[in-house]
DNA sequence: CTGTGCATGTAAAGTGTTACATGATTTC
DNA sequence: GAAATCATGTAACACTTTACATGCACAG
């Protein structure tokens, strides 16, 4: 893809991760070619400015493997997760289920968190703060109806080939 | 509150929103404090280190009142949300139910978003795009029926006494 | 004929984290 | 006796956005 391409991959994810600026995605393409983890082939458009298309070398997938296989910091955030998740499709299927079974226990510690601040604190909280509680109650019960339905479906249907069913 | 109080009050909404360090948070206050928008009184305790314990002056709370009145950029993340959200108390309420509407309304564009490529570009995702997609479907089903349920109660609930029923 | 989309890129300015320094108390 | 919690703060470093520069095509 070309930079341009991966800015509005990204943007459309928007809702739950932010994109970068091209201030910082243009400097971070080169790093990554002088390192030689992707590679570019440039292609002039007939009408358009040319493009440059990167594409990811194998040291870059064998980096892309190191920095998943790392794992994530216990309280990692939503967005770190959804970045993860994106690029769960390089990792091996165990991988992908114990950092989906991680999510799991990291999520019901908040909620757990979460619903005992609802009863603790009594009656003494300002509107803002009830919104907050019962918004992040709302998202996490959400999410974890989630995870426990992608792992069942995970586990009991491991083979990475596609589904015929569509 | 004190600097530390405020970065443990953020950090239990972690996963929502990340907290700053303290690198951020204690110039910060030291900045709102030369402002005017908040007064410190140091309360010495017996066996632990002082305590700076910060209070928003009316300036400041007319500053807040002025940050939320300019409203959320169309595109805002989740987490701008949730600390909007969180200050909600500070809004009148007609100021409030206009944030959520509009939240909706994003929300709801993401999420028809979504759908469409979920639909559009047919069988041709990756694993981790597919469930990217599904992740984001999920949250935004949830946050929708929790927006619709919100404006419900607090349209047709609109006294801001406290109710009694506890 | 002004604005928007495509497409790349740089430099300055801003914002943030990490690492360090301090110092007492409690837990393993 | 080492590590964690409480509690504040600074300086160096990393990172990001904003603003600018370039240039063509197309729509209102």
């Given at each position: 893809m070309s930079g341009y391409d991966i800015k509005q991959r990204l943007k459309r994810l928007g809702w739950l991760i932010d994109s970068p600026s091209f201030g910082s995605l243009y400097p971070i393409l080169r790093t990554l070619l002088e390192e030689g983890l992707v590679t570019v082939e440039v292609v002039p458009g007939f009408d358009r400015p040319p493009r440059k298309i990167y594409s990811v070398t194998e040291a870059g997938k064998a980096a892309l493997r190191g920095w998943l296989d790392q794992g994530v910091e216990p309280g990692a955030s939503l967005k770190a997760f959804v970045m993860r998740l994106f690029l769960a499709?390089?990792?091996p299927r165990a991988s992908l289920l114990a950092d989906l079974a991680q999510r799991r226990r990291q999520v019901a510690a908040h909620h757990k968190d979460l619903v005992q601040t609802a009863q603790g604190t009594?009656?003494?909280?300002s509107l803002g703060q009830t919104l907050t509680l019962d918004y992040g109650l709302a998202l996490s019960t959400a999410e974890l109806a989630w995870l426990d339905q992608t792992l069942d479906r995970l586990s009991i249907q491991p083979p990475p080939q596609e589904a015929s069913e569509h």
């Open positions: 499709g390089n990792l009594g009656q003494e909280l």
